[in-house]
């Protein structure tokens, strides 16, 4: 992704697996397949809009009607807007598990560890709320 605003071109797999436990892991790893050979030898954008990941994410997931949701991101988690773009808002993934993965420390980072660890803590308690758990 090249732009500062996500969309729908920037998804690089999604999928909705079966109820069945063999039909969904053979599912699982075709996905897991499609999405190695995607990101092999791939760089890094210069901007990140994770909210509008986010946001477009759980779009298509509510709209699966799917009992169980997961979004995988892949990022250092450092927001990069520009001035106009507007993404200061509440996110509601109350029924969505976020996975964030292979969350890269930036070199400032080493400088000073707190800012790793803030930046996570932040998405943290701006986006992941916990999912209900099963039986509550």
Not at 25 to 35: E, I, V
Request: glycine residues 8%; hydrophobic residues 35%; contains cysteine.
């Amino acid at each position: 992704m090249q732009s500062r605003s996500f969309s729908e071109k920037d998804i690089v797999a999604k999928a909705t697996f079966d109820t069945r436990p063999s039909q969904a892991n053979a599912q699982k790893r075709a996905f897991r397949d499609k999405t190695d050979g995607y990101f092999k030898g791939l760089k890094g954008s210069a901007f990140t809009d994770i909210t509008g990941g986010l946001l477009q994410g759980a779009e298509y997931l509510n709209e699966t009607g799917a009992g169980s949701k997961t979004l995988v991101i892949f990022s250092d988690m450092q927001e990069e807007l520009d001035k106009v773009t507007v993404r200061n808002f509440p996110i509601d993934l109350k029924s969505i598990r976020v996975v964030a993965v292979n969350v890269v420390k930036l070199n400032t980072d080493n400088i000073d560890p707190r800012r790793y660890l803030g930046r996570i803590e932040a998405w943290e308690s701006a986006c992941w709320p916990p999912a209900p758990r099963s039986g509550a």
